[in-house]
Protein backbone atom coordinates (compact mmCIF):
# COMPACT_ATOMS: atom_id res chain seq x y z
CA UNK A 1 0.00 0.00 0.00
CA UNK A 2 1.64 3.44 -0.84
CA UNK A 3 1.66 6.46 1.27
CA UNK A 4 -0.97 8.06 -0.61
CA UNK A 5 -3.24 5.32 -0.03
CA UNK A 6 -2.63 4.95 3.68
CA UNK A 7 -2.74 8.66 4.60
CA UNK A 8 -6.37 8.64 2.60
CA UNK A 9 -7.29 5.47 4.68
CA UNK A 10 -6.78 7.21 7.90
CA UNK A 11 -8.21 10.93 6.72
CA UNK A 12 -11.89 8.51 5.45
CA UNK A 13 -12.06 6.81 9.03
CA UNK A 14 -11.62 10.55 11.07
CA UNK A 15 -14.35 11.60 8.63
CA UNK A 16 -16.92 8.43 9.84
CA UNK A 17 -15.20 8.45 13.34
CA UNK A 18 -15.06 11.56 14.34
CA UNK A 19 -17.74 13.25 16.61
CA UNK A 20 -19.70 15.99 14.95
CA UNK A 21 -19.59 19.71 16.46
CA UNK A 22 -23.23 20.85 15.33
CA UNK A 23 -24.07 24.63 16.06
CA UNK A 24 -27.13 26.78 15.13
CA UNK A 25 -26.44 29.17 12.74
CA UNK A 26 -28.29 32.86 12.63
CA UNK A 27 -26.83 34.03 9.53
CA UNK A 28 -25.23 33.34 6.12
CA UNK A 29 -22.27 31.26 6.41
CA UNK A 30 -18.66 32.42 4.86
CA UNK A 31 -16.34 29.30 4.11
CA UNK A 32 -13.88 30.74 6.98
CA UNK A 33 -16.58 30.16 9.47
CA UNK A 34 -16.51 26.62 9.78
CA UNK A 35 -13.67 24.16 10.22
CA UNK A 36 -12.36 21.59 7.96
CA UNK A 37 -13.07 18.89 10.44
CA UNK A 38 -17.06 17.70 11.21
CA UNK A 39 -17.95 20.71 11.95
CA UNK A 40 -21.32 21.76 10.79
CA UNK A 41 -23.40 25.02 11.22
CA UNK A 42 -27.81 24.43 10.72
CA UNK A 43 -29.55 26.76 9.33
CA UNK A 44 -33.12 27.24 7.56
CA UNK A 45 -32.91 27.94 4.44
CA UNK A 46 -33.89 29.05 1.07
CA UNK A 47 -31.40 28.46 -1.72
CA UNK A 48 -31.59 29.91 -5.45
CA UNK A 49 -30.01 28.55 -8.30
CA UNK A 50 -30.04 30.60 -11.47
CA UNK A 51 -28.57 28.77 -14.55
CA UNK A 52 -28.18 29.77 -18.29
CA UNK A 53 -29.95 27.52 -20.98
CA UNK A 54 -27.81 25.75 -23.39
CA UNK A 55 -24.20 26.76 -22.37
CA UNK A 56 -22.46 23.25 -24.34
CA UNK A 57 -24.61 24.57 -27.34
CA UNK A 58 -23.33 28.07 -26.70
CA UNK A 59 -19.53 27.29 -26.25
CA UNK A 60 -19.58 24.59 -29.24
CA UNK A 61 -21.58 27.42 -32.15
CA UNK A 62 -20.48 30.22 -30.97
CA UNK A 63 -17.14 32.36 -30.50
CA UNK A 64 -15.33 32.28 -26.95
CA UNK A 65 -15.82 35.65 -26.57
CA UNK A 66 -19.14 35.92 -27.26
CA UNK A 67 -20.13 33.27 -24.88
CA UNK A 68 -17.94 34.50 -22.13
CA UNK A 69 -20.08 38.07 -22.13
CA UNK A 70 -22.93 35.73 -22.14
CA UNK A 71 -21.13 34.11 -18.94
CA UNK A 72 -20.40 37.71 -17.65
CA UNK A 73 -23.78 39.13 -18.55
CA UNK A 74 -26.06 37.30 -16.94
CA UNK A 75 -23.87 36.23 -14.04
CA UNK A 76 -23.78 40.19 -12.81
CA UNK A 77 -27.28 40.33 -13.24
CA UNK A 78 -28.02 37.24 -11.33
CA UNK A 79 -25.66 37.95 -8.66
CA UNK A 80 -26.59 42.18 -8.31
CA UNK A 81 -30.49 41.11 -7.90
CA UNK A 82 -29.83 38.14 -5.23
CA UNK A 83 -27.78 40.94 -3.12
CA UNK A 84 -30.73 43.42 -3.88
CA UNK A 85 -33.10 41.22 -2.23
CA UNK A 86 -30.94 40.10 1.18
CA UNK A 87 -29.67 37.05 -0.38
CA UNK A 88 -25.79 36.08 -0.13
CA UNK A 89 -24.19 34.44 -2.96
CA UNK A 90 -22.17 31.32 -1.92
CA UNK A 91 -21.28 29.76 -5.18
CA UNK A 92 -20.42 29.61 -8.70
CA UNK A 93 -20.30 26.80 -11.73
CA UNK A 94 -19.86 27.80 -14.71
CA UNK A 95 -22.93 29.43 -15.77
CA UNK A 96 -24.55 28.84 -12.79
CA UNK A 97 -25.18 30.89 -9.28
CA UNK A 98 -26.11 29.83 -6.25
CA UNK A 99 -28.11 32.40 -4.01
CA UNK A 100 -28.77 31.63 -0.12
CA UNK A 101 -31.91 33.74 1.59
CA UNK A 102 -32.76 33.26 5.26
CA UNK A 103 -35.18 35.10 7.71
CA UNK A 104 -38.75 35.30 7.73
CA UNK A 105 -39.52 36.33 4.75
CA UNK A 106 -36.75 34.07 2.96
CA UNK A 107 -39.26 32.60 0.41
CA UNK A 108 -40.88 35.85 -1.11
CA UNK A 109 -37.48 37.04 -1.47
CA UNK A 110 -36.35 34.43 -3.39
CA UNK A 111 -39.35 34.06 -5.20
CA UNK A 112 -38.94 37.59 -6.22
CA UNK A 113 -35.35 37.38 -7.03
CA UNK A 114 -36.47 34.73 -9.34
CA UNK A 115 -38.94 37.17 -11.55
CA UNK A 116 -36.51 40.17 -11.27
CA UNK A 117 -33.76 37.81 -13.09
CA UNK A 118 -36.48 36.81 -15.76
CA UNK A 119 -37.02 40.79 -16.19
CA UNK A 120 -33.26 41.55 -16.27
CA UNK A 121 -32.66 38.59 -19.06
CA UNK A 122 -35.34 39.75 -21.08
CA UNK A 123 -35.60 43.63 -20.90
CA UNK A 124 -31.83 44.86 -20.41
CA UNK A 125 -29.62 41.16 -21.62
CA UNK A 126 -31.49 40.58 -24.69
CA UNK A 127 -32.08 43.86 -25.52
CA UNK A 128 -28.58 44.99 -25.47
CA UNK A 129 -27.29 41.94 -26.92
CA UNK A 130 -29.30 42.59 -30.33
CA UNK A 131 -28.08 46.16 -30.44
CA UNK A 132 -24.61 45.14 -30.40
CA UNK A 133 -24.65 42.28 -32.48
CA UNK A 134 -27.82 43.03 -34.76
CA UNK A 135 -27.23 40.17 -37.52
CA UNK A 136 -27.94 37.47 -34.55
CA UNK A 137 -30.78 35.30 -33.97
CA UNK A 138 -29.35 33.86 -30.64
CA UNK A 139 -31.40 35.28 -27.40
CA UNK A 140 -30.32 34.17 -24.02
CA UNK A 141 -32.48 31.83 -21.75
CA UNK A 142 -32.28 30.94 -18.24
CA UNK A 143 -34.04 28.92 -15.44
CA UNK A 144 -34.31 29.75 -12.07
CA UNK A 145 -35.33 27.07 -9.26
CA UNK A 146 -35.94 27.41 -5.45
CA UNK A 147 -36.93 25.39 -2.09
CA UNK A 148 -36.51 25.78 1.24
CA UNK A 149 -35.19 23.65 3.51
CA UNK A 150 -33.25 22.79 7.14
CA UNK A 151 -29.85 22.49 6.25
CA UNK A 152 -26.43 21.68 7.47
CA UNK A 153 -23.47 23.66 6.19
CA UNK A 154 -19.49 21.51 6.09
CA UNK A 155 -16.80 22.59 4.76
CA UNK A 156 -14.94 20.01 2.39
CA UNK A 157 -11.64 19.65 0.87
CA UNK A 158 -8.26 20.46 1.63
CA UNK A 159 -6.38 22.90 3.14
CA UNK A 160 -6.35 26.00 0.28
CA UNK A 161 -8.19 23.63 -1.91
CA UNK A 162 -12.15 23.84 -0.09
CA UNK A 163 -15.56 25.50 0.27
CA UNK A 164 -18.79 24.75 1.59
CA UNK A 165 -20.91 21.84 1.20
CA UNK A 166 -24.83 22.57 1.34
CA UNK A 167 -26.40 19.23 2.84
CA UNK A 168 -30.05 19.33 2.39
CA UNK A 169 -32.76 19.01 0.46
CA UNK A 170 -33.13 22.74 -0.84
CA UNK A 171 -29.72 22.98 -2.68
CA UNK A 172 -30.64 19.33 -4.10
CA UNK A 173 -33.75 20.21 -5.47
CA UNK A 174 -33.25 24.01 -6.18
CA UNK A 175 -30.33 22.57 -8.45
CA UNK A 176 -32.30 19.96 -10.10
CA UNK A 177 -34.51 22.29 -11.23
CA UNK A 178 -32.47 23.64 -13.20
CA UNK A 179 -32.52 21.17 -15.76
CA UNK A 180 -36.12 21.40 -16.77
CA UNK A 181 -36.98 23.49 -19.91
CA UNK A 182 -36.52 27.10 -20.13
CA UNK A 183 -39.75 27.61 -21.39
CA UNK A 184 -40.62 28.77 -17.90
CA UNK A 185 -38.48 30.60 -16.14
CA UNK A 186 -38.71 30.16 -12.51
CA UNK A 187 -39.85 27.45 -10.48
CA UNK A 188 -40.49 27.05 -6.99
CA UNK A 189 -41.45 24.02 -4.21
CA UNK A 190 -44.85 23.70 -2.59
CA UNK A 191 -42.72 24.57 0.59
CA UNK A 192 -41.90 28.14 -1.04
CA UNK A 193 -45.37 28.42 -2.83
CA UNK A 194 -46.81 28.14 0.62
CA UNK A 195 -44.89 30.95 2.51
CA UNK A 196 -45.61 33.67 -0.38
CA UNK A 197 -46.67 36.95 0.49
CA UNK A 198 -49.46 38.45 -1.66
CA UNK A 199 -46.77 40.24 -3.23
CA UNK A 200 -44.84 37.69 -4.66
CA UNK A 201 -47.81 35.70 -5.02
CA UNK A 202 -50.25 37.90 -7.13
CA UNK A 203 -49.45 40.52 -9.85
CA UNK A 204 -51.36 42.38 -12.26
CA UNK A 205 -54.38 44.45 -12.67
CA UNK A 206 -56.24 42.67 -11.78
CA UNK A 207 -54.40 40.69 -9.53
CA UNK A 208 -53.87 37.03 -10.30
CA UNK A 209 -51.81 34.36 -8.99
CA UNK A 210 -48.31 34.59 -11.02
CA UNK A 211 -47.99 30.69 -10.25
CA UNK A 212 -49.72 27.60 -11.53
CA UNK A 213 -49.06 24.13 -10.89
CA UNK A 214 -46.79 21.54 -12.58
CA UNK A 215 -46.06 18.04 -11.95
CA UNK A 216 -42.55 16.69 -11.54
CA UNK A 217 -41.82 13.39 -11.27
CA UNK A 218 -45.04 12.67 -9.57
CA UNK A 219 -44.34 15.48 -7.38
CA UNK A 220 -45.84 19.15 -7.55
CA UNK A 221 -43.82 22.23 -8.23
CA UNK A 222 -45.27 25.70 -9.30
CA UNK A 223 -43.85 27.72 -12.33
CA UNK A 224 -44.11 31.68 -13.22
CA UNK A 225 -42.60 33.26 -16.35
CA UNK A 226 -43.72 36.57 -14.91
CA UNK A 227 -41.51 39.78 -14.75
CA UNK A 228 -40.79 41.70 -12.09
CA UNK A 229 -38.87 44.92 -12.80
CA UNK A 230 -36.09 46.06 -9.85
Known sequence: MSEFEDKMHENVRAIFTTAWTETKGQVVPKSQDIGLSNVGRSISATVLYADMDGSTEIVDQYDVKFAAELYKAFLLCATRTIRLNGGEVRSFDGDRVMGVFIGDSKNSDAAKTGMQINYLVKKVINPALKNQYTSTNFSLRHTVGIDTSDMLVVRSGIRNNNDLVWVGSAANHAARMNSLSSD??????????????????????PKRNMWTSADWNGRKLYRSSWTWRP
Open 184 to 205: VATRITPAVYKKLNEKSKFGGD
